[in-house]
């Protein structure tokens, strides 16, 4: 994509080998071993038969087909320079519009010439177009020249499932095989739509397969399935771009103190540009009221769900400036584990995971959540008074309403189906 110097726009199609392996003969020498028995329905005796093509469901029929798709493969990208990726039986075929005539036709020479039957009329042979489908997943190649393709799932496998997941939410009931199946089906989907969102959600119908003593579902699986359904309505295609391959940086830090009967908490955070210079940092108080939705049960401390609403503020706050190359560093670990793995048994932490992956949906990013050393972290709290620091590097703070930022959030966590503390 980075070279593509036409404006004009970029088409696609599938071209669909008929019959697949069915059109591969036995090896005269193996004839003797093709051979399949059945029953007769009507009298029940018993008819062998012997088979001339490659018979569906050997292990030998596969690899070996493969082996021929993966030879056409090559031969058209490597010595007719046709832009194709093969899966299966499926070749699928970019070109810009005003090559797509020259390209189908030089295709369709090219499979009769080496004797490959292929859909050359109905269904599986479409059109050449902006916008196409290949084995249930949306192709949009409009902005191809723009360095932009987005993929996402046809409408009819979108439909599908959110009907399905309509029916188990209303029911309540999933059987373990039917649970896996499920899982599958959905992580097909979710691989096909901007985000990590939907690992929260596979991550609650695997447990309820494996581990719950019956099928009937519990409020945390709703909540998946009801997380899952708002993904497939409202969650965009991935996107894919070329890498910039010059990130910019996040620091973010939190602090709560004791002291006496009250408490001295507060957020900050850095943001860097690709030169490693900060232009934005906030550094924010929380009060007491705000405190305590954030601690429910009154423990100790409430350090880990301060310092995951301060990444979650950041990213609120400069998510439109982030590039699609993006790290996150945070000085504490278990921040730093939920978001990598999509998981956390904290309520207020899993409410405020799931806002901080609606962002990265929202704003097409996939950042890297990394650790920085407390002592190199330059976001540190307002307890602590280092923002002199980087406005002295030419920063420029932001001023933030955490009350305001809560309530997005949990309006956010809310939108994609997780309860609130």
Partial sequence: MTEVETDSPWVGRTFDLVGAYRQCAVRPSSQKFAHIVVRCPLTSGLFGFRMRALPFGAIRSV??????????????????????????????????????????????????????????????????????????????????????????????????????????????????????????????????????????????????????????????????????????????????????????????????????????????????????????FFSQRLDADLLQPMNPETRKTAIYECEFFALFCAFLIWGDRLRTETVFYTDNNAVRDALISCSTSNRVARGLLVATVALETVHQVSPWYARVPTDSNHSDGPSRQDSSKVRALGATEDELDVVDCWARHQALARKWGEPQA
């Fill in 63 to 280: 690899h070996a087909f493969l082996r021929f798709s993966h030879s056409l493969w090559y031969v058209l990208v490597k010595d007719l320079l046709i832009l194709t990726t093969n899966y299966f039986d499926d070749f699928v075929s970019i070109a810009a519009s005003k090559e797509a005539s020259s390209v189908q036709s030089c295709m369709h020479m090219f499979f009769k010439l080496v004797g490959w039957q292929f859909a050359e009329v109905g269904e599986k042979a479409p059109e050449f177009a902006e916008l196409f489908s290949a084995l249930g997943v949306s192709i949009n190649v409009s902005q191809f020249h723009r360095g932009l393709v987005m993929v996402g799932n046809t409408e009819s496998r979108r439909k599908e499932l959110v009907e399905l997941l309509e029916a188990l939410i209303e029911t309540q009931v999933l059987q373990k095989a039917e649970a896996l199946r499920l899982r599958g089906r959905l992580q097909f989907a979710a691989g096909n739509v901007f985000g990590r969102i939907a690992r929260a959600s596979l991550a609650v119908i695997t447990q309820h397969a494996y581990h719950s003593h019956s099928p009937r579902l519990d409020q945390k699986a709703i909540l998946a399935l009801t997380l899952h359904r708002s993904l497939l309505l409202d969650g965009r295609p991935r996107e894919l771009k070329p890498a910039r391959g010059r990130p910019w940086f996040v620091q973010t830090d939190a602090c709560y103190e004791p002291d006496g009967d009250s408490v001295f908490a507060g957020i900050g955070a850095v943001l860097f540009n690709e030169n490693g210079r900060p232009v934005r």
